[in-house]
């Protein structure tokens, strides 16, 4: 069982940074391929970035590569996303998702631990 919690969501006018973490509970962490995903109001959960269990491995969205970077820590147990020249369309609750297969890190049914999400908006 694993559990995860995101921090670092916010208000943040266009063109500026956000950094969202999430921390993993228990001890299987590094057996985990790691995703981060978003929605927007009356829209579908979108894949925005993956990364394997060991971090040698990333994924973007074409929406975001470019100004979003993922990493983790294994031995601390968080993935992180750093978001840089925010828009407005960035807009939605951003999720952190723990698979086990970097193969199908796009695929948000490939998933089996969610966190409870947390809000970022881009003010224009």
């Known amino acids: 069982q694993v559990q995860l919690v995101e921090s670092g969501g916010g208000l943040v006018q266009a063109g500026g940074s956000l950094r969202l973490s999430c921390a993993a509970s228990?001890?299987?962490?590094?057996?985990?391929?790691m995703g981060w995903f978003r929605q927007a109001p009356g829209k579908e959960r979108d894949f925005v970035a993956g990364?394997?269990?060991?971090?040698?491995?990333?994924d973007y969205a074409d929406s975001v590569k470019g100004r979003f970077t993922i990493s983790r820590d294994n031995a601390k147990n968080t993935v992180t996303l750093q978001m840089n020249s925010l828009k407005p369309e960035d807009t939605a609750v951003y999720y952190c998702?723990?698979?086990?297969?970097?193969?199908?890190?796009?695929?948000?049914?490939?998933?089996?631990?969610w966190g409870q999400g947390t809000q970022v908006t881009v003010s224009s």
């Open positions: 990364i394997s269990r060991y971090g040698l491995n990333s």
């Open positions: 998702a723990a698979g086990p297969r970097y193969s199908a890190v796009r695929i948000p049914s490939d998933y089996s631990y």
């Open positions: 228990g001890r299987t962490f590094s057996t985990y391929a």
